[in-house]
């Protein structure tokens, strides 16, 4: 059973910087498809970047230019760089791993963005 643990959320101001770290457990990480979500209160569940395998990379367009995803296979582990942050940028966000269309979630880690 694969457990995702994140971390890095907290509060911040406008304008400044988070590094999100989700380690992954067992052997299918290097296998599989990571990504990152986020939940703002009242609001849906949304997908902010995934990495694939290969590296490819998806942004939302909110975040474009601002947050970039990357892996470390030889940790089990992906990052969130989140750069010029935003007051529309904070929710609770969930790291997720998908492989053999079997998908699993992480408890989540809050990130606050106010001055």
């Known amino acids: 059973q694969v457990q995702l643990v994140e971390s890095g959320g907290g509060l911040v101001q406008p304008g400044g910087s988070l590094r999100l770290s989700c380690v992954a457990s067992?052997?299918?990480?290097?296998?599989?498809?990571m990504g990152w979500y986020r939940q703002a209160p009242g609001k849906q569940r949304e997908l902010v970047a995934s990495i694939t395998s290969g590296g490819s990379t998806n942004y939302v367009d909110s975040v474009k230019g601002r947050f970039t995803i990357s892996r470390d296979n030889a940790k089990n582990t992906v990052y969130l760089q989140m750069n010029s942050l935003k007051l529309e940028d904070t929710a609770v966000y969930y790291c997720n791993l998908v492989f053999l269309a079997r998908r699993t979630w992480g408890q989540g880690t809050q990130v606050t963005v106010s001055s």
């Open positions: 067992g052997s299918i990480f290097s296998s599989s498809v």
